[in-house]
């Protein structure tokens, strides 16, 4: 969320340019559609005058926002809400209910019935049909699919893992079935000691110089098995390089002997995926480094631009990026929203992640991130907590600045990007949806929280969206490093000074504030409380005493008080719905829904509950 100030010390003292709009002047910010009746705001800060925006008339633009609108509609009322116990634990909501979970048991019904019927045959289809939609499934970029469904990539991980395991049972099935069959193994054994051919084989001679049917079924199923296992979150955890590794090669294994077992048809999930991998390594992350795709020709006719260390042209080019060693761990990434020299654009939406890869570590290994600042602000950011094995080479490589420890450097090596990607299942960007917000994080889960907070205030301050009534933002958080790393009140002071540069809620606002001001009022509309889980009052810590306002000591959020008071005020407004948005440790998640759904019952307001999940 903090900003990289010009410097000797810093990429490219130029590098952040100008806003563009939508007519393409770099002449101010874009804004949000909003009653046009309303006045234009000014940012006091930048002198930006902000207007409004003029919706799309195109049958297009039209036909686009009514998918959209029924999407969200949808979602809200039926496939998103959360059920009793089943979300909190098991993350099933009420669209799994009715759609995935009946799917799920008419295929297994079906198959078990031709089981039952030894079908060898038909019991083997099915099981091919669905690892197509696993292989589909496991496309991550904003592909059609998910851009059409609106369906969150967590989402789609997680329909990947189900009818991943829905696909061996069917495939355990189909080898029942042929188990059973009154012609199945004794009849094949016998076949194969008179030297005939196996009924269900591909034609095999007694010697086995070609793989049976019935074995490569055997070996196909154990290799599912074993991708299952390997893919289990504890082991996932604990040895992840292994299981990258394994479980490319085992998916590749799977696709040798679906062939030979004649399940060909799951090579059809293969193409999207494909494609998608195609786009994404090939294209998009190239188009960060190098630049637009006609650049890559501007660059062959300029023989000079070549010769010069920053010859790459893209907005994520290595001389771009610079890099932070901050409390607690943690590891700053930053880089220019828009590049000034070349105009390139890294364009994303509030609460969006991204894949990180350092080839200088391993080029197979890509991880995901939450960019912590908003689409608003000058410079992209990324806040890194350095916990697994990766983070913490990632952080030992990162050289100390000769003026300390909390100083920017220049990236020393590359970093490739891949994103952003994401959606969050809540409408926040609709002035019309949500008056009322409640943003629970918890540790590192802060990243798309303060990301979304900080786009709500820019939206309130700066683009007039007056139909905000209350945003409360809450952050439970151990360690007090981690608040300092995410409040460097140093840095901040610094990128004032840059160019365009705007205020961002948090940390410069609430930083600005005071130990006297801050959201203390009842009639304020921005509203933050951070608890220090494990920790005292310490006010000769600078943190401490900006931040004294919003500071809680040694105690826990009232999550149900929280959302108690915004559904009293949204009643009180005449409103029947509250977005919350929750983003950290699974004990959190569970506690913010299961307080939603209680507070449901009692009051006549209802909780749209979105959830962040860092478990990829």
């Not at 600045?401 to 220049?410: D, F, L, N, R, Y």
């Not at 709500?456 to 981690?482: N, Q």
Request: overall charge positive; aromatic content about 8%; some cysteine.
């Amino acid at each position: 969320m903090s900003a990289v100030v010009a410097d000797s010390d810093t990429p490219s003292g130029d590098y952040v340019g100008g806003f563009t709009t939508q007519s393409g002047h770099n002449d101010g910010i874009q804004t949000l559609e909003s009653n046009p009746s309303d006045p234009p705001t000014s940012d006091a800060n930048s002198g930006v005058i902000v207007g409004h925006g003029k919706p799309g008339r195109s049958p297009f633009h039209r036909l686009k926002r009514g998918w959209f609108a029924l999407r969200w509609k949808l979602a809200a009322n039926v496939f998103s809400r959360p059920v009793p116990f089943l979300t909190a634990n098991l993350d099933l909501k009420l669209g799994d209910m009715l759609i995935t979970l009946p799917i799920a048991a008419i295929l297994l019904a079906v198959n078990a019935n031709l089981c039952a019927q030894q079908d060898v045959a038909g019991s083997g289809s099915l099981p091919t049909l669905v690892m197509l939609v696993v292989i589909a499934l496991t496309v991550r970029n904003n592909s059609i699919l998910l851009s059409l469904t609106g369906l969150p990539y967590e989402r789609a991980l997680l329909y990947h893992k189900f009818f991943g395991v829905v696909s061996i049972l069917l495939g355990g099935l189909h080898g029942l079935a042929y188990l059973l069959e009154d012609t199945g193994v004794a009849a094949a054994r016998r076949s194969r000691r008179l030297g005939g051919p196996d009924r269900g084989g591909t034609g095999g001679s007694g010697g086995g110089a070609q793989l049976e049917t019935s074995q490569s079924g055997a070996i196909l199923f154990c290799l599912l098995v074993a991708l299952f296992v390997l893919s289990m979150a504890k082991i996932r955890r604990m040895f992840y390089e292994a299981f990258l590794r394994m479980h490319i090669l085992l998916f590749l294994a799977i696709l040798a002997f679906a062939a030979i077992h004649g399940a060909g048809l799951m090579f059809l999930g293969v193409i999207p995926w494909a494609i998608d991998l195609i786009f994404r390594h090939g294209y998009l992350v190239q188009n960060h480094v190098r630049g637009g795709f006609f650049k890559l020709f501007c660059r062959k006719s300029d023989p000079e631009a070549v010769a010069k260390p920053g010859s790459r042209l893209g907005v994520i080019a290595q001389h771009q990026l610079s890099l932070c060693r901050l409390p607690g761990n943690i590891l700053r990434v930053q880089f220019p929203r828009v590049r000034a020299d070349t105009g390139e654009n890294f364009q994303y939406e509030a609460g969006q992640y991204v894949f990180l890869c350092l080839p200088k570590l391993c080029l197979l290994e890509w991880h995901p991130f939450t960019i912590s600042s908003s689409p608003h602000e000058a410079l992209v950011t990324i806040h890194i907590k350095a916990l697994g094995n990766w983070t913490k080479k990632l952080l030992a490589a990162v050289p100390e600045s000769t003026e300390g420890q909390q100083k920017p450097v220049p990236a020393p090596f590359p970093i490739l990007v891949d994103g952003p990607y994401g959606s969050v299942s809540v409408d926040i960007d609709s002035p019309t949806a949500y008056s009322h917000v409640a943003l629970f994080s918890g540790g590192i889960g802060i990243t798309p929280m303060q990301a979304i907070a900080n786009q709500l205030h820019f939206d309130y301050s700066h683009r007039g969206r007056v139909s905000l009534k209350k945003v409360h933002f809450v952050w439970a958080v151990r360690e007090r490093a981690m608040v300092e790393a995410m409040a460097h009140s140093d840095f901040v002071d610094q990128r004032r000074k840059m160019p365009q540069h705007s205020d961002a809620y948090f940390p410069d606002v609430l930083l600005a504030a005071g130990p006297n001001g801050g959201s203390t009022s009842p009639t304020d509309v921005f509203k933050s409380e951070f608890f220090l889980t494990r920790g005292q009052p310490d006010l000769e810590n600078p943190v401490d005493r900006s931040l004294q306002h919003c500071l809680r000591y040694n105690t826990r959020p009232d999550v149900a008080e929280i959302l108690r008071s915004l559904g009293q005020d949204a009643e009180k407004n005449g409103k029947r719905r509250v977005a919350v948005l929750v983003c950290g440790p699974s004990a959190l998640v569970k506690d913010v829904i299961s307080k939603a759904l209680m507070l449901e019952r009692k009051m006549k307001v209802q909780f749209d509950v979105h959830t962040e999940c860092f478990d990829f």
